[in-house]
T-cell receptor
Framework: AQSVTQLGSHVSVSEGALVLLRCNYS??????LFWYVQYPNQGLQLLLK??????LVKGINGFEAEFKKSETSFHLTKPSAHMSDAAEYFC?????????????FGGGTRVLVKP | EAGVTQSPTHLIKTRGQQATLRCSPI?????VYWYQQALGLGLQFLLW???????NRGNFPPRFSGRQFPNYSSELNVNALELEDSALYLC?????????????FGPGTRLTVL
C-alpha cells in the first residue's frame, strides 16, 4: 500500500524567509505526486504536480517541488514566504496500479507566517 | 466556469441518524471522488464514482454509500451515524478517469454528529 509522510505538522516561518515542506512517499512504482493547499474553511487547491519528465516542477504562487526518486521525496519550497501563504499544505500520491485517480494524502503541514 | 459545489455547508445530526451530502461537479467532469477529513485522521479516500457507477471505495464500512446521477452530480449517504463520523467531507471532480488529470475540490460539508 502507498503511504505519504510529511515531516512536521506545523512550520513557522518569517515573512520573506524560505519555506520548505518535506514529503516522503512509499510506493512500489514511481507514482504521480501532488501538492495541495487548503485555506481555512475551503477545499483543496492544486499547487503543482509531478507525472513524468522534468523532476523540478513549478507551480502556482511561486512554489516549486523536486522529485527525487532515490530519496522517494517530493519536497515543496518557496524562496520567500508571504503572509498569504499561511495555510495547510498536503502532499499526495496517486495509485497508478489502481483504476481511477485515488489520492493518498500525507498528514498535512500547517504553515504560520510571522511578520 | 463554475467550480465544484457541495451542499449543505454544515450538517448537524445525532447518533443513529442518516446524513445525505451532495456534490455538483464541474461541467464536463464525469468522475466524482469523496474524501473524509477527520480530526487526527487526515484526508482519506472514501468513494469514486464515474459514469454513474461506483468504481472504487476506501476502507470504510458499508454504511457509507452513495450514488452518481445521470448529470454526474453525486450524493454521499452515511447511515447509522456515529460520533467518529464527524468530519469535513470533500468532494472532487475530474475530467475522465486518468490519473494525469487534476482533481478539483469543493469547499466541503462539515458534518457534526452529536
Amino acid at each position: 500500500a502507498q503511504s505519504v509522510t510529511q515531516l512536521g505538522s506545523h512550520v513557522s516561518v518569517s515573512e520573506g524567509a524560505l519555506v520548505l515542506l518535506r514529503c516522503n512517499y512509499s510506493s512500489s512504482v514511481p507514482p504521480y505526486l501532488f501538492w495541495y493547499v487548503q485555506y481555512p474553511n475551503q477545499g483543496l487547491q492544486l499547487l503543482l504536480k509531478y507525472t513524468t519528465g522534468a523532476t523540478l516542477v513549478k507551480g502556482i504562487n511561486g512554489f516549486e517541488a523536486e522529485f527525487k526518486k532515490s530519496e522517494t521525496s517530493f519536497h515543496l519550497t518557496k524562496p520567500s514566504a508571504h503572509m498569504s501563504d499561511a495555510a495547510e499544505y498536503f502532499c499526495a500520491v496517486s495509485d497508478l496500479k489502481a483504476a481511477g485517480n485515488k489520492l493518498t494524502f500525507g498528514g498535512g503541514t500547517r504553515v504560520l507566517v510571522k511578520p | 466556469e463554475a467550480g465544484v459545489t457541495q451542499s449543505p455547508t454544515h450538517l448537524i445530526k445525532t447518533r443513529g441518524q442518516q446524513a445525505t451530502l451532495r456534490c455538483s461537479p464541474i461541467s464536463g467532469h464525469t468522475s466524482v471522488y469523496w474524501y473524509q477529513q477527520a480530526l487526527g485522521l487526515g484526508l482519506q479516500f472514501l468513494l469514486w464514482y464515474d459514469e454513474g457507477e461506483e468504481r472504487n471505495r476506501g476502507n470504510f464500512p458499508p454504511r457509507f454509500s452513495g450514488r452518481q446521477f445521470p448529470n454526474y452530480s453525486s450524493e454521499l449517504n452515511v447511515n447509522a451515524l456515529e460520533l467518529e463520523d464527524s468530519a469535513l467531507y470533500l468532494c472532487a471532480s475530474q475530467r475522465g478517469r486518468s490519473s494525469y488529470n487534476e482533481q478539483f475540490f469543493g469547499p466541503g460539508t462539515r458534518l457534526t454528529v452529536l
